[in-house]
């Protein structure tokens, strides 16, 4: 199994890649078989197309959304912020 950083933008790690992969044991990561890191993309530029998914990159990458995070939630218990008059 072999590991490649989302801060690459590889098709390993965009949403658009159809290959196999796993989000990876450390944040921001994805896992992978270097033997099989093949995959069609999907609805990107190269729709339809084989790509290498540690290798290949292109303009239109979007993160793979198994490694998104979550936007932080507001704290409820804060006090409002004062607002103009």
Do not use: F
Request: net charge positive; charged share 25%.
């Amino acid at each position: 199994m072999a590991t490649q950083s989302v801060e690459r933008r590889r098709c390993l790690s965009c949403n658009r890649w159809g290959g196999e992969r796993t989000p990876g044991a450390e944040p921001d990561t994805v896992d992978y078989d270097k033997d099989n890191d093949r995959g069609l993309c999907q609805d990107g530029p190269w729709h339809n197309s084989l790509r290498r998914g540690p290798r290949n990159a292109c303009g239109q990458w979007v993160i793979w959304v198994a490694l998104a995070r979550p936007a932080p939630v507001a704290d409820a218990s804060a006090p409002p912020a004062p607002t103009a008059p």
